[in-house]
């Protein structure tokens, strides 16, 4: 049956526009081991278009361009192990916003950081339980 999406996509994914987006590219692979699924690229060789996998969602990327200036956001993602994301992020160039940490009533352990184009990065593991009201 045809479906109205790629197979394997959600149906919301976030997109960023970066002043250099392929370093942007090479910051996911390497600190959330994003897979490419498409790429299109301008004639002058800068991302027209990419779609990356991490984990069970995908975020597109495209550089800027006098048309669509680049813009920063911020991101929540879930991994396995968040001190050891946050390490990495940091190794790779990232700026610390706030240290990995678990507040009082927050079920999740979660640190935070800027990478290379601005981008408020939360990231974060569920350590406790969740109670649903």
Known sequence: MKT???ENYNSLSP??????????????????????LRRFDHQNGTIAHIELKLDDSVIMI???TDTYPANQTMLHFYVPDVFKT????????????????NKLGDPDTRGSFYDCAGNYWSVSTQTNEVKIL
Not at 17 to 34: E, N, P, R, S
Not at 86 to 101: M, Q
């Open 62 to 64: 495209s550089n800027s």
């Open 86 to 101: 946050f390490k990495l992020a940091v190794e790779k160039g990232c700026t610390i916003i706030e240290e990995p940490v």
């Open 15 to 36: 997109y960023l526009i970066a002043d250099d987006a392929q370093k942007l590219v090479d910051l996911l692979k390497a600190v959330f081991g994003a897979t490419e």
């Open 4 to 6: 109205f999406k790629p």
